[in-house]
Structures are given as C-alpha cells and as structure tokens.
C-alpha cells in the first residue's frame, strides 16, 4: 500500500497585512499611524499526498496556493493545524527533512549570476555533503535527462531563460529530493521549453518515484502531468480529486459539428430530439451530455448519413479559467 | 555540527566568489586604488588634526597611525566579508531568495554572513597591517607571545562586535523590509573609531563604548598594541564581544520565526 507522505490537517495561515489610502495625505497616514490587520489567507484545509503523486494546485493570483507549499517546505510557519511532510515538522527545517525536498520557483534563481552552472552545481553538492565523483556522476545523469551540455559551462547571465531554467532544476535536484515543490517552473518559457520541462519533470517521476507538488497558470502542465488536482479558492480548497471528474463537473456537455450530405438530413437531424446550438445548410452543431455521449454518439452514426462530424470540447483553460476568475466558483 | 563539511563548503565559496568577482578585472581594478587613496587620504586627515596639537586625547600622532592601521585592517574586513555578504541579507528578504538559503541542510547564518567574499578588501588588510608593522618600529615597540595572543584576542573581539552590530541591523529586514540607512549610519560611525576614544567627550565616549561600541573596537586593540591597555578593559571587550555575537545569533533565530517570504 503506497504511504501519505504529505498530511496536512486543520491548516490556517494568517499575515499582517497593511493598507495605504491613496494620495499624498493616505501616504502621511500609512506612515504615522499603520493600519493593519489580520489577514486569513489559509482556511481549515487539510489533504494528504501519497508518495510518488503529481498533485497540481489550482487557484486565482492570490488564493494561496504558494503559500500552501511554502508552509509545506518548512519555510513559512503555520498559524493553526498540522502539517508533516515525509514524517517531518516542516518549519523545524530539521536537516534530513531538508536533505529530502527541494523549491523550484519560476520566478527566483538560486544559481551564481556570472558562473557557469556546473560552479553553481559544485556549491550544492559540498552542502549536501555529495563527493566529488557523486557529484559529477549526478550532474551527467540529469544533464542527459534535462539535455543539458555545453550550457553548463556558459555563465548563467549569457543563458536563455529555457537553459536558465534547466539548470536551476539540475542545481535544485542535485541531492535526488524525494519531494519537489514546483512554483510555476514554466513561467515565462516558451513552447518548446515548456514541454520539455515536462518530459522532464514526468521522467524524473517515473524513474524516481519522488512526489511532485505543482502550481502553474499553464494549465497543459496540469493536464500533461497531474491526475490529481487541489483547487484553493481563497484559501479553502474547493475541489480536491481527479483532474478528468473535475473537468468533467465543469464541463458537462460536448459540442459536436456533424456535417450532413444533404441539407434535408441535417433537418431531419434537428428535429430528432437533440439540442441543437446552430445549423447552417447542411452543417449542424448539437450539444451531447457527457454521461451519454457515447450512445448518442452510436445512434446518430446508425440512424443518419453523416459526411463528417467534430467533437469540439471547450479547452481546459477556459474551464478552469472559470474557477480561477469567479471566485465563489460552486464546484 | 560538521566542521568538516562547513570547510568543505567554505571552500566552496571561496572558490565561487574569487571567480564572479574577477570576472570583472577592472571593478577590481578600480577598489584596489580606492582603497589606496582612502588610505592616504585618512593619514592626510589625521595629520592636519595634529598639526596645531602634540596630542588628542593623551594620544601622539604616531600612536593615532596604530589606531588608523587597526581601522584599515577592520575596514578591510569589512569590505571583504561584511559589505558583499550582509548587504545581500536585505535582497534576499526583499526579493524572497532567503528561501534558497533557508531550505539548504547548512546553517542559515553561516550561508548568509560567509557567501561572497570580495577581493579588493584583502588589499586594506595588508595595508593596515604594514602600517601597523610601521608603526611598531617608530613607536618602538617589541613582539612577545603575550603581546601578540593579547592583541589578536582583542582584535578579534572587534571584529565580532562589527560583525554582530551589522548582522543585527540586517536582521531587523525581516520586519522593516527597507534596512539601508540603518547600515549607512552604521558605517558613517565606523569612520569615528579612526579616532581614540578619549578624544571625545564624556558623553560621546559613553555612547560610543556602551551604545554602539565603534570607538571600543579600535581603542582597545591600539592600546593592547601600544602596552597601555588595561585588563578590565581587555576583559569587557571579550564580554561585550561575546554578549553580541550571542545575541546577534538569537536575534537571527527569532526573527526567521517572521520570515514570512516574499510573495511570488
């Protein structure tokens, strides 16, 4: 039976938060006399993980999930609940916790700016306390996983952002973490580096059986690399499970675009019992709840002259989209 | 804790530092004949105060170029280890880095305080210390065991109280996000220990020994190097050296327990 390795129970989080009235007598105010006040931004969650997941954090700018992984990582302290990670308490920071995890964010860079990585890489192996053959042996292994070579030896500041990136994984998993927590790894990269990132990070998975804690705003790497999401909506999680029931509970009809021979079947096919959305001559688009998707899909195919047909689903973003901008979204 | 493992790691840094800061020879360059010319200019300085007075404050000109020598010397360590690694502290806090340090299995203040090294100070190190060999042969003064252990237990203490003084200042960035002028007002008052203590006032000599310890972190070690110094005094700088390194490392420890990260 796989292990949780993550169980979060009860967890809250709350900051002192100030705020500034606009103009040149709110900026004397804010600061004389500060407001502040206090701040809930982790409700009462609780999940467990278990080893070897993929589990993808969903949720608008702000609604907690960065700091979700941070308390995860040790780095923040919880105001109220439990957390323990891999049979740790997180924010001890207790040395073989640490050994056990890493924090790749796509927005910050640990590596030396006017060194080539590989110095970078050498840095993190002594305080690993990796030797120096270890080390090298480690660096070849994800180098060829990450298709990384000569870039290595180039100093970070000449890197592309797609290299930068890379290497910042190479120097984040140089100690073989068991756990990776992944803030938006792909922001700001392209295309092709982005689907690289994840052949990676799926890889990595595989052969490791490490667990991955992801949030992005790129939903394709949700879709390519987690089963499971947990979705925070202002600090509560509002869906905790599989990726296709979520989708599926957001997105519960499918679009189909038949094209007829004739412009009299297409009529005959509008007026036999299903909801049609528009039809122009002999082209109709008729819409098809999931649940019976298939047998409809069979008796239009038995009983009509089809010339062609599309099935359109509406794309992830957009159904995600729809948690992540309503933010009392009813899952 | 694994010394081992932390001069390992030293190494490391060292190594890494050297090679980012030479990646820029003529930054180097240009440190390298600034701290020359501070150095002159210093002696320049001193030497107009003494040219109206035999003395200041019970002290001869050649026994205020010790004092200038030792502040060359803590200047130099201070630009070498001081200045490129705690004025970082504030950008890690500000900009959330402080996460990749606190979520490595190393101590988080040793990582901070140690990272980066800065070359051009070792220069005001050994110009300090051949001023002080100048000074020792026009002061006339003559090297034994106890003198020498004296003097570096002294020297060291000041170091360790400028270490603590600077890394407390950072550590309040946890809290006030923005800490520069706190440093630059620290190391204007640095400027004041190229002068002996008892050539301020009563009330300057209590701030600057009691408050904020700049004038003791210069005084003491020229005293110890001139063989005026008393061992009250020897004995109060280890006490206060000790009372803020331990204080400074408390503080440190405290404050990460608000370290709240910077948003992404």
Redesign the interface.
């Known amino acids: 039976m796989v292990q949780n390795i993550i169980d979060v129970r009860n967890l809250s989080k709350s ?1 002192d938060i100030s705020s500034k009235e606009p103009d040149l007598k709110g900026t004397i105010k804010h600061f004389f006399r500060r407001k502040t006040k206090s701040l809930k931004v982790i409700k009462d969650i609780s999940f467990k993980i278990k080893e070897g997941e993929i589990v993808g954090f969903l949720g608008a700018n702000g609604a907690g999930k ?1 700091t979700i992984l ?1 308390m995860l ?5 919880p105001s109220e609940g439990s957390i323990i990670v891999s049979g740790h308490l997180p924010f001890r ?1 207790k ?1 073989n916790f ?2 056990n ?3 790749i ?1 796509g ?4 590596l ?4 080539p990585p590989i ?2 890489f ?3 192996a ?4 990796l030797d120096k053959f270890e080390a090298k042996r480690r660096i070849k292994k994800l180098s060829d996983m990450l298709e990384i070579d000569d870039e290595l030896f180039i ?1 970070v500041r000449k890197l592309s952002l797609g290299q930068r990136m890379k290497s910042e994984l190479l120097a984040a998993l140089i100690h073989e973490p068991n756990i990776l927590f992944l ?2 790894p792909t922001l700001g990269l392209d295309i092709n580096a982005q689907r690289n990132l994840r052949k990676f990070l799926k890889k990595y998975n595989k052969e490791t059986n490490a667990t991955i804690c992801l949030t992005s705003h790129y939903m394709k790497d949700i879709t390519s690399l987690c089963k499971r999401v947990i979705c925070v909506q202002n600090g509560s999680i509002s869906y905790d499970g599989k990726l296709d029931l979520l989708l599926k509970r957001l997105s519960p009809v499918k679009e189909i675009l038949i094209v007829c021979h004739s412009e009299k079947d297409a009529t005959k096919l509008e007026s036999s019992g299903y909801s049609v959305k528009n039809k122009t001559k002999n082209e109709i688009t008729i819409i098809i709840e999931n649940h019976h998707f298939t047998s409809s899909l069979k008796t239009i195919l038995n009983n009509f002259d089809i010339k062609d047909l599309y099935i359109n689903e509406p794309p992830v973003d957009e159904i995600i989209g729809k948690i992540l901008v309503k933010k009392d979204y009813d899952i | 804790m ?1 010394l081992r ?1 932390y001069l ?2 030293y ?3 060292l ?2 530092s050297l ?2 800061e030479l ?2 020879k003529t930054n180097i360059l240009i440190d390298l004949i600034t701290a020359i010319l501070s150095l002159i200019g210093s002696i320049f300085l001193i030497s107009i105060f003494f040219q109206n007075n035999a003395t200041i404050g019970g002290w001869e000109f050649e026994e205020a170029l010790i004092i200038q020598s030792i502040y060359t010397i803590l200047n130099g360590i201070t630009n070498t280890w001081f200045n490129p690694n705690l004025t970082e502290i504030v950008k890690h806090i500000r ?3 402080l ?2 340090v ?5 101590d988080s203040q040793f990582f901070i305080s140690l990272k980066k090294i800065n070359p051009s100070g070792f220069l005001e190190i050994i110009l300090g210390f051949c001023l002080l060999l100048f000074c020792m042969r026009i002061n006339q003064i003559n090297l034994n065991l106890s003198f020498l252990t004296l003097f570096l237990i002294t020297i060291i203490c000041s170091i360790f109280i400028l270490y603590s003084l600077w890394f407390f200042i950072c550590t309040t960035t946890i809290w006030f996000v923005k800490t520069w002028n706190a440093i630059e007002v620290l190391r204007s008052f640095l400027y004041i220990g190229r002068f002996p203590l008892n050539s301020f006032s009563f009330s300057l000599r209590i701030f600057f020994s009691v408050f904020i310890p700049i004038a003791f972190i210069t005084t003491i070690p020229s005293e110890v190097f001139l063989g005026v110094s008393q061992l009250w005094k020897i004995l109060l700088e280890v006490i206060v050296a000790t009372v803020f390194l331990i204080t400074s490392r408390k503080f440190w420890l405290f404050a990460l ?1 608000f ?3 910077a ?2």
Request: glycine content about 4%.
């Open positions: 900051f960065t941070k990582c040790g780095l923040i302290y920071r040395e640490l050994k995890i890493t924090l964010m927005q910050k860079q640990q030396i700016w006017d060194l110095e970078s050498y840095l993190n002594s305080i690993y306390e100093p803030d938006e | 694994n493992k390992k790691v190494k490391n840094f190594h890494t090679a980012a990646e820029y900009e959330g880095t996460d990749f606190l979520l490595k299995p190393i327990k370290y709240s990260s948003s992404s």
